[in-house]
């Protein structure tokens, strides 16, 4: 088949909402683009361990440790998944992981944010883990097959994540004046950098439209940020903590919550590596990696010598 009728299948495939799977053609920058998306995706779930991991064991009860462990256990696995569907489009585990440390590749500019106190293990299960399934559920139904099937799984784990967030905060928020104003401190601290999660505005995306005409994305940033800001309102309300932003109204006329301005400026300041947290989180990582590097060797030792065995059976 020519280029042309490749170029057609692929648009044909697309038009009868039909997933692109690893063996059929697409163009490059479809590729390029899902390489760039999905391992930026996997990078956010190692990095995100980071911060919640500093709290396992400073959790409050056996059980708050217990429900912690699970859910940083879980962003390890999604964060497997996602780069093994990234790696069906070509690209290897260590370029990934040489993209990261290098800073070549962002995360998520959230967990460049510190965790002062318990609290902020809720906020984070609330608002960066509700945010991440607003974002998420449509990428259940995005266009690469590789992608969307392993975010069916990782979903059913982010409501897991989500719920238990929430639950930090209403117990807290239920607690004693110290422990309802630590919530609060902890939502007026995670509000504003959860609304970053969902990208720039779509004026200022460049790749959102794109990525909407891929079938990448089902909504553009601006429709899952508002979707998100709409639902957790609602839930403060429930948790009778209020929202840190003055501009925050109901519009009856659009239906939905009208909101003050983003600082964008921070944004792209936590993005280019100049968060609280930035220095550290990477660093951790690149230590992991020296660290586990005699892991990784004695496994490929170990996988030699075995298929060499193996063929010596078969010989
Ligand atoms: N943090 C860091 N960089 C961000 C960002 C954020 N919150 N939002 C956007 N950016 C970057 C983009 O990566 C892009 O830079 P690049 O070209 O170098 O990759 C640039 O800003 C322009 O942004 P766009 O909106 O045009 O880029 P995208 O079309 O890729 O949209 C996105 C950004 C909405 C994050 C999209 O990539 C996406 O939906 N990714 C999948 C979901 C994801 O990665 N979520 C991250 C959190 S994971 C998580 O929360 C785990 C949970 O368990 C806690």
């Known amino acids: 088949m020519s280029t042309y009728s490749f170029q057609e299948h692929f648009d044909e495939k697309l038009d009868k909402d039909q997933t692109i799977e690893p063996k059929d053609w697409m163009p490059e920058n479809y590729r390029k683009t899902l390489i760039r998306q999905i391992s930026q995706h996997a990078h956010s779930e190692i990095i995100g361990m980071l911060p919640e991991g500093n709290w396992i064991s400073r959790a409050p009860t056996l059980r708050r440790k217990a429900v912690l462990l699970a859910k940083v256990q879980d962003e390890a696995g999604h964060g497997l998944y996602l780069y093994c569907a990234a790696e069906t489009l070509g690209i290897s585990r260590d370029e990934m992981y040489e993209q990261l440390h290098s800073g070549k590749a962002k995360y998520s500019s959230i967990f460049n944010y510190p965790t002062l106190t318990w609290a902020d293990i809720g906020a984070i299960g609330w608002l960066v883990d509700g945010a991440a399934i607003m974002n998420q559920v449509p990428l259940c139904r995005t266009s690469y097959g590789p992608y969307a099937r392993a975010m069916v799984r990782v979903c059913k784990e982010e409501s897991f994540h989500q719920r238990q967030g929430f639950e930090i905060m209403l117990t807290l928020a239920n607690g004693t004046d110290i422990q309802k104003k630590m919530a609060q401190d902890a939502l007026n601290r995670w509000w ?124």
């Not at 004026?203 to 940020?225: C, F, G, M, V, Y």
């Not at 609602?234 to 009208?258: C, T, Y």
């Not at 609280?276 to 590097?293: F, H, I, T, V, Y």
Request: glycine fraction near 4%; charge should be neutral.
């Open 192 to 315: 504003w950098p959860s609304l970053m999660m969902f990208g720039p505005n779509d004026a200022d995306s460049p790749h959102t439209e794109q990525s909407k005409k891929w079938r990448i994305k089902r909504l553009t940033n601006d429709e899952l940020r508002q979707k998100f800001i709409d639902v957790t309102v609602e839930q403060a309300k429930v948790l009778g903590l209020s929202i840190p932003d003055n501009d925050l109204k109901w519009n009856e006329e659009r239906q939905h919550f009208d909101f003050g301005k983003i600082n964008w400026d921070e944004f792209w300041n936590v993005v280019n590596g100049n968060g609280p947290c930035n220095k550290q989180r990477l660093d951790m990582r690149k230590n992991a990696w020296e660290e586990g590097r005699w892991v990784r060797d004695a496994a490929m030792a170990y996988a030699e010598k075995n298929k060499v065995k193996t063929e010596k059976q078969a010989a």
